[in-house]
């Protein structure tokens, strides 16, 4: 057998926890450089998962099995394969960078680094997974801390962070308990038709489900990963917690959590269920668009930064839902290729609006103005990020989401071009808060901000850097995920031809 | 065919146990009598390692008046777990209380009562076992004799513990009257064979009302919190713990052994009652501020979650029970360990007098957050493979029970995560470190770990739970 690498990379921050336990609450500086060197073990460890994975082969590579629950058929089976790969490095990344920007957390840094190594854990668990026992393991570990996280280090503005950290709490869990529903019922389903217990995604999607099942058991999966990504109308969670939680969990939240519920979509729900995706495939391409349209229209009227990027990941997610519902392996590339760099800009973006929070105590438009002129590196984060939210060419974003509309026109034609219609929308307001955020006359009463500096530059290093790279060589990112959706639609294809309905 | 009392050795251990600790306390001078703490401690380890040791050795005893298998031995060992852990965390609690003799004796002989609830194999065996186990409870709920809340509460639980008994004593006559019979497995037989009579389904549902109040299911639940709240603590998580997985045992014999017949009968029943006793459990938990009313409630709901593993009259519905009970005691007798605790340190049980516990008992409060988020069934803790266990078994027959069990589980971390936030968010209104002693740590640390490995590594106790259900309807 050979290194267990996945399991490493997931204990590195379980490690980085319990060291955590016995280093003194006070030495803030030890605690912070603990962190980093954890979730930095992981990150180098994952990209050279990523950069070893072999895409001739495809499948499911860096395979660890051992039996875990022999009446259940659990095995604790972790691998990767062309969509969990990018995923799992989009945590690390975000992980390492949030550490950073979490860098002046000075209120009880002990127990906030400890819960969010072990959020960075269980997130990183449910994209490593290939067991959907394991998966849930993981995907429930995350809610609680950040729970925890929000109301004790969260912001309260314009809701309170108690109201922000419960709703999110809520949503999340109300979901997860319709995914929960679905997955006994479909388990129990497999085992009186094949009579093995079987909890790997593989051996699930083997049995042959009845087709009106399907139907059913899709619909609560579709809830409970909806709810996650936060398709409409499960969405309104989004920017309130968002807006409640500290820097680092809406970077985590924003950049990774949420696309749990795009990768479960795909990874379970589409793979597992296929007749059941065809079935509901319409009402989430409209669902999709309707969330594109109405999350950049509220975007639009928000005067509150964060208040912007949570309604414009809602929005972004819109895209991805569209593309997930198209269902060809052109516009699941786009899908998974568009979380990817969604996560990287939207990370960029929290903490970048951290940063001028923490700085300048508002995060109200009116209130800002002009600091391009006291901070430029923040700045150009924030511009960095504002344009690759827009699609620019030349960033991450802009192929992902060219993709997504070549893939989904072909289903969706009209429904379609709605979506697309919407960039204008988008390019508004990211341009508008950039422009009365950033510039503008220089104001005085911002002179004595310090920009940002030392380890505070690093989210913008790797984040920035990603964004760029990935908009100029993006083979990197999608020849990975190419061989993970051809592998995948290689299964299912007979079942999922969606007509063109639209 | 003669007798192998060795089949008995565990009940032998803990009747000596309880009269060794009787005489020991008459002996010792009252000064001396907090040795007791460590004299039970030990004992109950004793024999809670001779009862596992015994694994294996089944057999009936006078003529299936006793039945021992491997089900009833593992529900022993899940009691004498639960009794030595309420012992164990709570020395400080009883050195402060007093009546050690009185405590320690009638604990030991409560587990009897229980033990011999798990192997009952007939109704008088059963009987005998439930009212040794209550009228034990009865004077431990009251032992704080010069306190209001803890009489009155012994007062109600007399009143109404005798009723509940007087509906189970009609119900089982009336079953004795149609089938001739009190044994339970004969029963069955004559059930299977006969007519269904009125008189049997009412006699069954008198029978279940009676059991229905042990275990504290809603409509019976009435009396739970008032008598959770006014006991001593650590026989409020006895009570919570042990007399619900006994009463859960003879529930199980009694219903899935006895009358299998009648399935189509109580099932469904069953079913409502479930539903009922989570929705209502969990609700009324949520307006609480008293941390030991809170527990109730949630208690009352968790027993609504066991519940559903008797829906379904088979081997994997036990295994879930049994799975569940043992995961419950873990669960509920840490959570009120560190309530005990704190209360004899603050001499106050309000939710909000909690707040900064994390800043003063780091170990109390993560303990108390783990066991909690157990309960409601957040992986990767116990409680998740539990309920997974349990919901697995009805999700054909019965969807709506598990729709309703997996929200209502969601809505009991609201009420849950608010103590946690009283713990975690709060600042300290008096900022002293609370010292955590050795053996309330021990046990503390004892019921996370289970909690922890139970969840992440299920494997080798979902085993030893299936080869108990085998026996249980296979024997031997």
């Not at chain 1, 854990?121 to 994209?127: K, P, Y």
């Amino acid at each position: 057998m050979h290194f267990p690498v996945l399991t490493t990379i997931l204990l590195a921050p379980i490690v980085g926890s319990l060291i955590l336990v016995f280093v003194p609450r006070d030495d803030h500086r030890t605690i912070k450089c603990v962190a980093a060197a954890a979730t930095g073990t992981s990150l180098l460890l994952s990209l050279y998962v990523y950069f070893s994975y072999n895409t001739a082969v495809a499948g499911v590579q860096f395979v660890e099995r051992v039996p875990w629950i022999r009446d259940l058929g659990v095995t604790w089976y972790l691998g990767v394969d062309g969509l969990s790969l990018p995923m799992l490095l989009l945590v690390n990344l975000l992980g390492f960078a949030a550490v950073f920007s979490s860098w002046n957390v000075s209120e009880r840094p002990k127990e906030f680094f400890i819960l969010f190594q072990i959020l960075v854990t269980g997130v990183m668990g449910t994209f490593v997974a290939q067991d959907l026992f394991i998966f849930l393991l993981f995907y429930e570990l995350v809610v609680i801390p950040i729970y925890i996280l929000i109301v004790v280090w969260g912001s309260t503005k314009r809701v309170t962070k108690e109201y922000a950290g419960m709703k999110l709490t809520i949503y999340l869990l109300v979901g997860s308990a319709f995914l929960l529903v679905a997955v006994i019922a479909v388990f129990v389903k497999s085992v009186s038709i094949t009579g093995v217990p079987d909890f790997s995604y593989e051996g699930l999607a083997r049995v042959a489900f009845p087709e009106d099942f399907q139907r059913f058991m899709f619909a609560l999966m579709l809830f409970g990963f909806g709810s996650l990504i936060s398709m409409w109308p499960f969405h309104s969670w989004s920017p309130d917690g968002y807006a409640g939680a500290p820097t680092a969990v809406s970077m985590i939240h924003a950049g990774v959590l949420k696309k749990i519920g795009g990768y479960g979509l795909i990874r379970i729900a589409i793979y597992i269920l296929p007749a059941g995706a065809k079935f509901w495939a319409p009402v989430m391409a409209v669902l999709g668009t309707v969330g594109v349209v109405y999350a950049a229209f509220a975007a639009l009227a928000q005067k509150d930064l964060k208040y912007i990027i949570g309604y414009s990941s809602v929005s972004h997610m819109g895209y991805t839902v569209l593309g997930i519902a198209a269902l060809n392996v052109v516009s699941l590339n786009g899908a998974i290729a568009y979380m990817f760099a969604h996560g990287i800009m939207a990370a960029l973006f929290f903490s970048t609006v951290g940063f001028i929070y923490e700085k300048t105590h508002t995060r109200w438009i009116p209130d800002l103005g002009g600091i391009a002129h006291q901070v430029p590196k923040i700045g150009t984060a924030f511009m960095l990020a504002g344009l690759a939210s827009l699609g620019l060419p030349g960033l991450i974003a802009f192929i992902p989401e060219f993709t997504i509309f070549l893939g989904a026109y072909k289903v969706f034609g009209g429904l379609v071009v709605l979506g697309i219609a919407c960039v204008i929308i988008t390019a508004l307001y990211v341009l508008r808060a950039a422009a009365n955020t950033l510039f503008g006359p220089r104001r005085s009463e911002y002179d004595y901000l310090v920009d940002i500096k030392g380890p505070e530059l690093v989210p913008l290093a790797v984040l920035g850097t990603v964004l760029v790279v990935g908009g100029i060589l993006p083979f990197l990112l999608f020849d990975v995920i190419t061989s993970g959706v051809e592998t995948l639609m290689a299964g299912i294809e007979h079942v999922v031809q969606v007509g063109r309905a639209y | 065919m003669g007798i192998d009392y060795s089949l008995l050795f565990p009940e032998f251990l803990a009747a000596g146990l309880g009269f060794a600790v009787l005489v020991l306390a008459l002996l010792l001078p009252a000064e001396a009598r907090r040795g007791l703490n460590s004299v039970t401690a030990i004992g109950l380890l004793i024999v809670l390692g001779g009862t596992a040791a015994t694994w294996g050795h089944q057999g009936t005893l006078y003529g299936g008046l006793y039945i021992v298998d491997n089900y009833a031995t593992l529900f022993k060992v899940i009691f004498l777990t639960a009794a030595f852990l309420v012992v164990l965390g709570n020395f400080r609690y009883v050195d402060e209380m007093g009546y050690h003799t009185e405590y320690y004796t009638l604990l030991c002989f409560a587990t009897l009562g229980m033990m011999v609830l798990a192997s009952a194999g007939d109704f008088i065996t059963f009987y005998l076992g439930l009212e040794l186990m209550t009228i034990s409870f009865i004077v431990l709920v009251a032992l704080r004799k010069f306190e209001n809340r803890s009489v009155e509460a012994g007062i109600k639980y007399v009143l109404l513990a005798g009723m509940s008994s007087a509906v189970l004593l009609y119900g089982l006559s009336l079953v004795y009257a149609v089938t001739g019979t009190v044994d339970i497995l004969e029963v069955a037989r004559t059930v299977a064979a006969g007519d269904l009579t009125p008189a049997l389904i009412l006699g069954l549902v008198l029978l279940l009302a009676g059991l229905g109040f042990k275990i504290s299911a809603v409509p019976f639940h009435m009396w739970a919190p008032d008598i959770y709240e006014g006991a001593p603590t650590p026989i409020t998580a006895y009570l919570a713990a042990g007399s619900k997985a006994a009463s859960f045992a003879v529930m199980a014999r009694v219903l899935l052994a006895g009358l299998p017949g009648l399935w189509e009968h109580w099932t469904m029943l069953v079913a409502i009652l479930a539903a009922i006793t989570i929705v209502v459990g969990n609700l009324v938990a949520i307006p609480q501020t008293n941390i030991k009313r809170m527990l109730a409630y949630s208690s009352i709901a968790q027993a609504g979650y066991i519940l559903v593993g008797l829906v379904t009259v088979t081997e994997a519905g036990v295994k879930a029970v049994m799975f569940y009970a043992l995961l419950y005691v873990f669960a509920t007798v840490g959570a009120f360990t560190v309530v005990s605790y704190f209360s004899t340190f603050t001499g106050s049980d309000e939710i909000r007098d909690m707040a900064g516990l994390s800043q003063r008992a780091p170990l109390l409060a993560a303990v108390m957050v783990a066991l909690m988020l157990s309960m409601a069934g957040i992986p990767p803790l116990a409680g998740f493979v539990g309920k997974l266990y349990l919901f697995m078994t009805v999700v054909e027959d019965y969807l709506w029970l598990v729709f309703i069990g997996l929200i209502m589980s969601m809505v009991s971390v609201y009420y849950y995560l608010r103590v946690t936030l009283v713990m975690y968010r709060d600042e300290p209104v008096d900022p002293t470190p609370i010292p955590v002693s050795n053996p309330v740590a021990i046990t503390l640390i004892v019921c996370l770990a289970a909690t922890l490995l139970i969840g992440i590594y299920p494997g080798p106790v979902s085993e030893v739970t299936n080869v108990a259900a085998r026996t249980f309807f296979w024997p031997w």
